[in-house]
């Protein structure tokens, strides 16, 4: 009888389903599935894929007539309606 070894916390199984169910309900919600190995089975390549580069924070502008924060663009103030020049930023 062949047994299934789950990749994630060395447990053994009598079933790739079983092992599959085992992942789900114990390790899926906090790492991504791994691919279920028998004895003499291959490992499965996988490929690294750098993570996306962080946004960096945008510039932030503030309202001449009351002070409040404004995106660039933002026309007219969102706080006080007060029409932004943008000519010069």
């Known amino acids: 009888m062949s047994m299934?070894?789950?990749?994630?916390?060395d447990r053994f199984f009598s079933s790739k389903a079983k092992v599959n169910q085992h992942v789900k309900r114990f390790h899926e919600r906090a790492n991504p599935p791994a691919?279920?190995?028998?004895?003499?089975?291959?490992?499965?390549?996988?490929?690294?894929?750098?993570?996306?580069?962080?946004?960096q924070a945008a510039t932030s502008?503030?309202?001449?007539g009351c002070q409040g924060t404004v995106t660039k663009g933002q026309n007219p103030c969102p706080h006080c309606g007060e029409s932004l020049a943008w000519?010069?930023?």
């Open 4 to 9: 299934y070894k789950c990749p994630q916390c």
């Open 35 to 55: 691919a279920v190995t028998a004895p003499g089975d291959k490992p499965a390549e996988f490929s690294i894929k750098k993570p996306p580069a962080k946004k």
């Open 61 to 64: 502008y503030h309202c001449n």
């Open 87 to 89: 000519e010069n930023v």
